[in-house]
C-alpha cells in the first residue's frame, strides 16, 4: 500500500512529527493535544472527527482529507476519483 504525502493544501507547509493540534474546547472540543495526522483527524479524547485542520503556516483551515497527498496512479488514488465522482 502507498503512503500519502501529507502537506497543507493551500501553501503545501509539511507538518512534523512533533506539531500538534488542539481539539478546540471553543468549538465544542474536549481540549486534547495531539497530531491530527497520527489519527486522520479524530480526537483520541473524545473521539470527535475533525472535518477541517488549520495550518500554522498559512493560518487557514482546509478539509482535513485534502490535507492527504495521494501518489498518482495509486489505488487509494483512484478509489478517491471514484468516491468524488471523477473518471
Same mark, same amino acid.
Given at each position: *500500500?502507498n503512503?500519502p504525502?501529507? =502537506?497543507?493544501?493551500r501553501c503545501?507547509?509539511r507538518?512534523q +512529527?512533533?506539531?500538534?493540534?488542539?481539539c /478546540?474546547?471553543? *468549538?465544542?472540543?474536549c481540549?486534547?493535544v495531539?497530531n491530527? =495526522?497520527w489519527?486522520?483527524?479524530v480526537?483520541? +479524547?473524545?473521539?470527535?472527527?475533525?472535518?477541517?485542520t =488549520?495550518?500554522? /503556516?498559512c493560518r487557514? =483551515?482546509?478539509?482535513?482529507?485534502?490535507?492527504?497527498?495521494?501518489?498518482?496512479?495509486?489505488?487509494?488514488?483512484?478509489?478517491?476519483e471514484l468516491?468524488? +465522482?471523477?473518471?
Amino acid at each position: *500500500m502507498n503512503e500519502p504525502q501529507i =502537506f497543507c493544501p493551500r501553501c503545501a507547509w509539511r507538518p512534523q +512529527g512533533e506539531d500538534r493540534w488542539q481539539c /478546540s474546547p471553543r *468549538m465544542g472540543g474536549c481540549g486534547t493535544v495531539w497530531n491530527t =495526522f497520527w489519527t486522520a483527524g479524530v480526537c483520541p +479524547g473524545c473521539s470527535y472527527r475533525w472535518q477541517i485542520t =488549520f495550518c500554522p /503556516s498559512c493560518r487557514q =483551515f482546509s478539509p482535513h482529507e485534502d490535507w492527504y497527498h495521494w501518489p498518482e496512479g495509486s489505488v487509494e488514488e483512484r478509489e478517491r476519483e471514484l468516491e468524488l +465522482g471523477r473518471n
